[in-house]
C-alpha cells in the first residue's frame, strides 16, 4: 500500500546510509541500495532513522539525501524520512522539506535530549510541530524506541494526539522489542497502523492486525520480509512461509551478535563488492576483522530461496 494512504503498510526498510571517504553520505550508492531493496520486495524506504545513522548527519546532510533519492527515481510515496530531532524546530524544518518534495508521511521521534519529561511536555512538542507546519497533508509515523531515546510514548499520549489530530498521526513504529505492548496498541487503536522494529516479530504482529514493519535487517532479507507479508494469512504448514521466517529469524540473531549497523554495513560491501560500505560515521565504528570474518561465514544461512522470486511487491507502491 501506498504511504500516501491514511494509514501505512507493508514493509519499509530501515535502509542503512552508505558513506563517501570524506564520510558524507554517498548520494548515488543509497539511490542504488534503494532501488536493490524495492526490487526485492520493500513497499518503501525509510531513511534517516536509526539504522541510517541520522542523529549523525546535520539537517543539510538529511535534506540533502533526501531530494537525492527523489531525484534518482525513488518516487515520493516511497519513502518514510526521519524528521525527529532534539528541538522540535529542526523537526518543523526537516519536516516542511519533506512535504516540499512531496513526501507526505514521515517517521518521527519525540524530542529526546531531556529525561523523565511528562506526557504533557512531549505532547506540547508535538502539537507545536504539527500546528507550525499547518500542513493538511502531513501524516506521522511515531517512533517508540525507548532503549536508544529513552523517551518513550505512552498509550495515553497517542490517545491524545490522535484525539487532537485524528487525520495526522496515522502510525507508530515500535522498536521497543515488546511484543505486548505491539498487540496493545493494535487493539486499543483501530485503523492505526502499528509497524514493528523487530523483523522476528512481523509476522504474529500481522496476524493480531499490525501494519507490517520498518526494520534493519530488512536491508539483507527484505524478500523473506516481502514474503512473509503477502503470505502471512496462509497456513503454518506453508513451508515456504515457514522458510521465510526461519530466514528472518537467523538474520536477525546473526546481525545482532555484533554491532548491527556496522554488521549490516559489512554484509552490504560483501554483497555489492565495494568495502566503501563498511564505513560509519564517528562514534560508530566498523567491524573488527575476526568479527567481519565471522559474520560473513555465517551469512549463507539466511540467503533467500529461489523460488521466493523478485516480485512480491505490490503495484499499489
Not at 231 to 248: E, M, N, Y
Amino acid at each position: 500500500m501506498s504511504t500516501s494512504s491514511l494509514h501505512p503498510h507493508g514493509v519499509f526498510s530501515a535502509a542503512l546510509t552508505p558513506l563517501d571517504a570524506e564520510l558524507a553520505p554517498d548520494h548515488a550508492r543509497f539511490v542504488a541500495h534503494c532501488r536493490y531493496l524495492l526490487d526485492e520486495g520493500c513497499d518503501g524506504i525509510a531513511l534517516l532513522g536509526t539504522t541510517g545513522e541520522a542523529n549523525s548527519f546535520s539537517i543539510a546532510e538529511r535534506t540533502a539525501l533526501l531530494e537525492a533519492a527523489i531525484a534518482g527515481g525513488i518516487r515520493p510515496n516511497q519513502l518514510l524520512p526521519g524528521t525527529g530531532v532534539a528541538a522540535f524546530t529542526d523537526t518543523v524544518v526537516l519536516t516542511r522539506h519533506a512535504l516540499s518534495v512531496g513526501v507526505d508521511t514521515v517517521v518521527m521521534l519525540p524530542p529526546f535530549y531531556y529525561k523523565n519529561v511528562s506526557d504533557d511536555g512531549v505532547y506540547a512538542a508535538y502539537s507545536e510541530i504539527v500546528q507550525r507546519i499547518g500542513d493538511a497533508r502531513l501524516k506521522i509515523v511515531l517512533y517508540h524506541y525507548p532503549q536508544m531515546s529513552a523517551q518513550p510514548i505512552s498509550h495515553a499520549l497517542i490517545e491524545r494526539l490522535r484525539k487532537a489530530y485524528p487525520a495526522t498521526f496515522t502510525g507508530i513504529k515500535d522498536s521497543s522489542g515488546d511484543f505486548a505492548n505491539m498487540t496493545a496498541m493494535v487493539e486499543r487503536f483501530p485503523g492505526f497502523s502499528v509497524l514493528g522494529g523487530a523483523d522476528p516479530l512481523m509476522l504474529p504482529l500481522l496476524r493480531k492486525g499490525g501494519g507490517g514493519c520498518i526494520t534493519a535487517t530488512s536491508n539483507i532479507v527484505a524478500r523473506s520480509l516481502a514474503y512473509v507479508f503477502k503470505h502471512f494469512g496462509d497456513s503454518d504448514d506453508d513451508p515456504a512461509l515457514k522458510a521465510a521466517q526461519v530466514r528472518i529469524v537467523k538474520a536477525r540473531e546473526l546481525v545482532s551478535r555484533f554491532p548491527q549497523m556496522a554488521s549490516l554495513k559489512a554484509l552490504a560491501a560483501d554483497r555489492t563488492g565495494h568495502a566503501g560500505w563498511k564505513r560509519l560515521r564517528p562514534p560508530l565504528e566498523s567491524l573488527p576483522a575476526e568479527q567481519e570474518k565471522e559474520l560473513l561465514a555465517n551469512a549463507a544461512a539466511f540467503a533467500p530461496a529461489a523460488n521466493l522470486g523478485t516480485a512480491t511487491r505490490r503495484s499499489d507502491v
